[in-house]
């Protein structure tokens, strides 16, 4: 008989002391509840809760019999957050980010069945939220560095891959700090995710692959940019301006020509023709300006003595005047589909008046008057075949500083001050109003 009671009392005592274990889990849950209800609205009156359930779960954590289950790590990982989200000490809430990281971990593992997943997810927000305002905080401050690693450690523990926004502060961080091959790889993560605006993410990233010294893959992924948007202008000039720089303007011509045949009324494409033409007979002018220079220089150093101006110069100053002639010809093309084609009718007006400029510079240095006059009837004709399509852009676009521009050019050109003037006027008030 005394056995028995006395077994009795030995299984009352493990009765008491097993719900006493499994209480502290179910207050530690209560309790955290309580406070993720209310800390939103009122952090003061919550954290009471959160203290309670720290000390509840800190006894769960420490009892061997609970210690290890899944609910209590997805606990401790919680209730650890949510201090560390609220702890202004660095040093006490590194521990606490510590200690519920650790326990994300465990209870990943622990949780077989996935009873516990919204906690371990709500826990990982929190170490993420942590981690973005820190990360703001310290790109509001310039330390691009210090957001950089703060932002790539939140969209480290931030559940959802989906979740771009801490993909996307990461590669902002990146570029600003210039370490330019994780600018790279974060907005190649955009690329690959839902991220609604990648036309823009494809607009910033050739200049990271140039600034990593990696042409190819600049025009790589601006080739690719505008394969996926094809009606995007600003990424079809990116483009030709990335090909120029790489020395491929004869693969982007051939690939602008094959799209042509494709599609012959297509009016952009013709203007994108006539753009790369453009660009490359402006890239031309720096190798003209260089060689005159030194032949200017070579003249200083013997005074009296006749250079011979480098033959080169006569060369390069063809291929310029070649390549804005064809600019002409596809900017025509873009107009005969369109004859209100703003942008062709702009450039086309600059890209015909460019070669009466050049003349007309030029024209400054003759000694006689014989080829000065000559050279400077061939501008004058120059300007008039400008003329039309400069009038028109204005027309067309009379708020366009650059139009104004083209056509005060004009009037400097020919000599016609009182028109420049009152041009320049107008230019003066468009940017008074800006």
């Known amino acids: 008989m005394k056995i028995k009671v006395l077994m009795a009392a030995l299984f009352g005592v493990i009765t008491i002391s097993a719900f006493a274990q499994k209480r502290e889990l179910e207050t530690a849950q209560t309790e955290y509840e309580k406070y993720?209800?209310?800390a939103r609205a009122n952090y003061t009156l919550a954290k009471p809760s959160l203290i309670n359930a720290k000390t509840s779960i800190d006894k769960a954590v420490a009892n061997a019999k609970t210690a290890t289950l899944p609910q209590t790590y997805a606990l401790q990982a919680a209730i650890y957050a949510s201090i560390a989200y609220k702890d202004t000490v660095q040093t006490t809430a590194a521990t606490e980010i510590a200690t519920a990281q650790e326990a994300i971990k465990k209870a990943k593992d622990a949780d077989t069945k996935n009873e516990y997943t919204k906690l371990i997810q709500h826990a990982s927000l929190e170490l993420g939220q942590i981690q973005l305002d820190r990360g703001v905080k310290a790109y509001q401050n310039k330390k691009f560095d210090e957001a950089f690693t703060a932002f790539d450690a939140?969209?480290?523990?931030?559940?959802?891959?989906?979740?771009?926004?801490?993909?996307?502060?990461t590669a902002i961080s990146a570029a600003n700090s210039k370490n330019y091959p994780a600018a790279i790889l974060n907005y190649n993560k955009l690329l690959s995710s839902p991220y609604k605006d990648k036309a823009k993410v494809y607009a910033d990233m050739p200049t990271l692959y140039l600034l990593s010294k990696d042409t190819a893959g600049a025009v790589k992924i601006a080739s690719e940019a505008v394969t996926k948007y094809p009606t995007n202008g600003d990424l079809r000039k990116e483009e030709i301006e990335v090909s120029l720089q790489a020395g491929q303007q004869n693969d982007l011509l051939t690939k602008i020509e094959t799209a042509i045949k494709a599609d012959p009324n297509n009016k952009a494409l013709y203007y994108y023709a006539g753009l790369t033409y453009s660009q490359i007979a402006e890239g031309l002018q720096k190798d003209i300006d260089k060689l005159q220079k030194a032949d200017s220089k070579a003249a200083k150093a013997k005074p009296g003595a006749k250079v011979v101006p480098n033959p080169q110069i006569a060369k390069l100053e063809q291929t310029r005047l070649d390549n804005f002639t064809k600019a002409a010809d596809e900017y025509k093309k873009a107009?005969?589909?369109?004859?209100?084609?703003?942008?062709?009718i702009l450039n086309l007006g600059y890209v015909s008046m460019a070669p009466g400029i050049d003349t007309y510079n030029a024209a400054r240095f003759l000694n006689d008057q014989k080829s000065y006059d000559a050279a400077m009837k061939k501008a004058n004709d120059q300007f008039a075949a400008a003329k039309p399509y400069l009038l028109k852009a204005v027309e067309?676009?009379?708020?366009?500083?650059?139009?104004l521009t083209n056509l005060k050019s004009y009037y400097l050109g020919v000599k016609d001050t009182d028109n420049a003037n009152a041009t320049q006027k107008k230019i003066d008030a468009l940017q008074q109003k800006k």
């Not at 939140?154 to 502060?169: G, R």
């Not at 107009?335 to 062709?344: G, K, L, P, Q, R």
Request: no cysteine; charged share 20%.
């Open 335 to 344: 107009v005969e589909i369109d004859h209100n084609y703003f942008e062709a």
């Open 154 to 169: 939140a969209q480290k523990v931030i559940p959802s891959p989906d979740d771009t926004l801490a993909i996307l502060y």
């Open 396 to 403: 067309l676009n009379p708020q366009s500083t650059d139009a």
């Open 36 to 38: 993720d209800g209310l």
